[in-house]
């Protein structure tokens, strides 16, 4: 069965970079509320959805599932889907009262603190004058990314040349020199 949609080819043209013939298809088929604008800066934010998956599987250790029963899965997927929307929200609360973007900050930063404050507490003042979540907030909007003003946003996918493979060492290590030398000088 076909799937109805639109395909959408875009140049970009970056200084300092060569230009990227982008095609898209998209499913979105209202040209006037889904301007091909909008489609490219949201597929320029496809980087922060592949770090939104990397949080899910290790900082929330789902990348295995150890159950037995798909109900088990469907549990714990939904549970560990509610605990990563959790922390978002928080996040988005705690970047918005730090006058910050929530993508500066540091979701493993954030989900540390936030066990923190579950397991331990918060300290007996802020329960005092009833501002837990005030305080929960700015615990979380301290957790910053680092400013990195010189790294490159776009690296290239490529890997260096394989290390080559050498034969095991039988022996001795001076002997094996020895041995080496020896077929040098032959």
């Known amino acids: 069965m076909p799937i109805v949609g639109r395909l959408l080819y ?29 489609l490219c800066a949201l597929y320029g934010l496809r980087w922060e959805v592949e770090i939104d998956y ?7 250790e789902m ?12 549990l714990e997927l939904a549970v560990g889907l509610l ?13 918005d009262q730090a006058g910050l973007s929530p993508m500066r900050l540091s979701f493993s930063r954030c989900l540390r603190r936030f066990r923190e404050a579950l397991t331990q507490g918060v300290p007996a003042w802020v329960y005092a004058q ?11 909007g301290s957790c910053k990314l680092p400013w990195q003003p010189d ?17 095991a060492l039988k022996g001795d290590r001076e002997t094996a020199r020895r041995h080496l030398l020896v077929e040098m000088m032959q």
Request: net charge positive; with cysteine.
């Open 10 to 38: 875009v140049r970009l043209k970056g200084e300092g970079f060569r230009p990227i013939d982008l095609y898209l298809y998209t499913s979105l088929l209202d040209v006037e509320s889904y301007p091909i604008s909008e």
């Open 54 to 60: 990397r949080h899910v599987k290790s900082c929330l």
């Open 63 to 74: 990348s295995d599932f150890n159950v037995q029963s798909a109900a088990m899965f469907r």
């Open 83 to 95: 605990t990563y929307n959790l922390i978002c929200a928080l996040m988005v609360k705690a970047a």
């Open 130 to 140: 009833g501002t837990a979540l005030s305080y929960l907030l700015g615990q979380l």
């Open 151 to 167: 790294k490159v946003k776009h690296e290239p996918r490529k890997v260096r040349h394989k290390p080559e493979s050498f034969p």
